[in-house]
């Protein structure tokens, strides 16, 4: 830190202050929200959050302090203050540090029934105040944890030379060809323009034809990687799927590398990297909100998380995975025989039970999977990968791409989907195509499995599920 900087004048964040020895006994400015304030008459503590870590920063207010009574009659949990005062190192018991307040200035004052006072509130009812929610402990935990695997993710890909890639939010291909989308259109809901037949003329719409928010910016990332070799994309993803559970939301962020010259082998690699590299980066950069997450979310989340980075990956194929639930000897709801779609009962019997950690399961029946995975040569299964972990299941789906124009046509024809609407993603085999492959990982998913957060819907700022696009 530079010597002539004035840390009265200008506020210094509570994590940095904490983290500083140097600045014991020093004037300092701190701005955050009171989480408390205890009166004790003759002094009072506040204790101040400004969300850049965990723990607040206690305040001693000394009834010396000018117009002290009336401060400790007016704020209110949930003010935003500022405080100057000299950081000292603290006498009593969890603190390591704390600010004798010289001057303490109420920048918002909060009512005597603002609705965070210091008591625990059900994730549910947070859900309805999801605005002030991050100013509880767990949120801005949630929040810095995503804000680490955020960072470490670009970190990854560009220590590796994959090209940050921004793929188109409004589309008119199904990626994943299962029709989930959310249309987009300007066209009067009430009274549609109608062609000929009758049927709604999205010749006048927006975009002169039917559009969509994006399922995965996969197929775009695919001709981005079949000419700059490896890219990664990072964004908003959208799914109209009718899914009421704790891992699924109608809008959620999606990491998605693509690599050319890249077999389903290269694409199981990256992903058992990508996760360790998270784990390990969030170990050694959030260790305060993780222990927070320990103690007061999920009992042994660190051990866990430890754990992963220590043991290789296990990899089963899709038939493997399906002797060992077979003869598991557990009354599934979803009867197991060789075809099925592994249901959450099944993953989690896999990771939870069985495998005790991550588990990669490949080489899935072409059947249950999408259009663009590459024909393995028994004919019956393709070359897919699912990353599985405890407690969440299906982390990471991916696969190496069909690079043969025959085969992909063919399997476009045989899912019954609009052949003509891919056929620009067709020409990608048409000229110069090559083995390729990647995947996508979604990152609420991502920061449930690094928090021990049980609701998708509380590791997103604004969650959108259905029924609810509130805020
Ligand atoms: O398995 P999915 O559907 O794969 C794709 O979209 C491919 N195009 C990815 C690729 O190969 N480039 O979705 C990828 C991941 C899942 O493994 C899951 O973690 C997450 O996205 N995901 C969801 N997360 C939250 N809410 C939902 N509704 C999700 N659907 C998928
Ligand atoms: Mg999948």
Known sequence: MPETRSTTQKRIKIGELKKDPSLI???????????????????????VNDGSTVSNIQIILNSTLPCYEELVQTIQTGACVRIT?????????????EIQAKEVETLGNAPADFVLQKKRHSFEFLRTIAHLRPRTN??????????????????????????????PIITSSDCEGAGE?????????????????????????????????????????????????????????????????TRHLAEFWMIEPEMAFADLRDDMDLADDYLKYLIEYVLNNNNEDLEFFNSFISNGLI???SHVLETP????????AITILENANVPFIFPVKWGIDLQSEHERFLTEVHFKGPVIVYNYPKEIKSFYMRRNSDERTVAAMDLLVPGIGELIGGSQREERLDVLEATILAQGLDIENYDWYLDLRRYGSAPHAGFGLGFERLVQYATGMENIRDVIPFPRYPQHALF
């Open 25 to 47: 006994d020093q004037e300092v400015t701190v701005k955050g929200w009171v989480r408390t304030l205890r009166n004790q008459k003759s002094f009072a503590f506040l204790e």
């Open 85 to 97: 005062g000299i950081l000292v190192a603290s006498l009593g018991g969890k603190q390591s540090v």
């Open 303 to 305: 051990e866990k998380l």
């Open 313 to 320: 990956t296990v990899r089963v194929s899709y038939t493997e």
């Open 181 to 245: 989308m959310f249309a987009v259109s300007t066209l009067n809901l009430e009274n549609p323009p109608r062609d000929d037949s009758g049927k709604i003329d999205y010749r006048e719409d927006f975009f002169g034809k039917k559009a969509f928010l994006t399922v995965s910016g996969q197929l775009n990332g695919e001709a981005y990687a079949l000419a700059l070799s490896d890219v990664y994309t990072f964004g908003p993803t959208f799914r109209a799927e009718n899914s009421n559970t």
């Open 138 to 167: 767990t949120f801005g935990a949630v929040m810095r944890v995503r804000n680490s695997l955020a960072f470490a993710t670009h970190k990854f890909f560009q220590e590796r030379s994959f090209l940050y890639l921004n793929t």
